[in-house]
């Protein structure tokens, strides 16, 4: 604005002197300085005119920029919000009905699946499938396959007998489990449909579904060595109140090996619901 006010200074106060004064001068001299003030008036004219229309840009430019400046900062600040919230208090996202927690997949009592889940991401193709042993994710199935070897190598033997079930197959599990044991007793052992982790294709059943595969050499040594392959025994003994389900040392369920490692706890282990402060119980 310094260039206005001296134009403004010269066309609006020195030159209208100049030519008061020139009038009474010769008048060849007084028309030279009157072409001089008119040529310097349309110039500062057409110079004010394009000092006014960049500023008028410069706060087109400033007032855009001031929601976009605002947009950053409410989304920095609900980045921070989402980053704190998970880790002090681990938020859960409901995402196309699936519940996460800091990523995770979690499936309880109390967080569900969508009826119609079907895990993507498979070692065999879940569409359409009941029940399917190798139907996992394969992150989950790679891994057990590297267990597996490694067992094998040990002189032992493991085998899934249940992986992917869906949830129709769990349905007609369900349903024959309460019309045998009651649906009081069913819940302890079975999960209702869309609350079993077998249709996420993250969990399966090894070798025999007993309490007795806790005291063979197998039973054992998954017990102590899952969670290095990023298994989680997900029922561990004494912890019915807080996961919903009685002892099953033939449960696994894939976290990957960093939260295994955790959850394993130098063999006392900690659940999901623990960890993640979760609960697990029916709604009704
Ligand atoms: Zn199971």
Redesign the pocket.
């Given at each position: 604005m310094k260039v206005f006010n001296i134009l403004l200074y010269i066309f609006g106060i020195t030159l209208p002197i100049i030519l008061l004064i020139s009038s009474f001068i010769k008048p060849t001299i007084r028309k030279i300085i009157k072409n001089i003030f008119i040529a310097g008036t349309i110039f500062a004219c057409f110079y004010i005119l394009k000092l006014g229309g960049d500023h008028l840009m410069n706060k087109d430019i400033i007032d855009s920029k001031e929601p976009e400046e605002i947009t950053t900062n409410e989304i920095k600040t609900s980045e921070e919000k989402v980053s704190t919230t998970t880790m002090d208090e681990h938020k859960i996202i409901n995402k196309d009905g699936l519940y996460y927690i800091d990523g995770y997949l979690i499936v309880n009592k109390t967080y569900p699946l969508p009826d119609d889940y079907v895990p993507t991401n498979t070692y065999k193709d879940a569409t359409g499938q009941d029940y399917c042993p190798t139907c996992l994710d394969i992150d989950t199935y790679e891994s057990y396959k590297l267990m597996e070897a490694d067992a094998e190598a040990l002189g032992l033997n493991l085998w899934i007998q249940?992986g992917y079930r869906s949830y129709n197959l769990q349905t007609r599990l369900y349903n024959d489990y309460v019309s045998r044991d009651g649906k009081t007793l069913a819940d302890t052992y079975s999960a209702r449909p869309g609350h079993s982790?077998?249709q996420t294709g993250l969990?399966f059943?090894l070798n025999t579904i007993t309490d007795s595969f806790a005291y063979t050499d197998e039973g054992k040594w998954v017990d102590m060595n899952a969670y290095k392959y990023g298994f989680i025994l997900r029922y561990p003994k004494s912890k019915e109140e807080i996961t919903g389900y009685k002892y099953?040392p033939w449960?696994l369920r894939y976290v990957g090996k960093e939260l295994a490692e955790k959850l394993y706890n130098n063999g006392d282990w900690i659940t999901l619901e623990e960890y993640f402060n979760l609960t697990s119980t029916y709604s009704d």
């Open positions: 249940s982790e077998h969990a059943d099953e449960h």
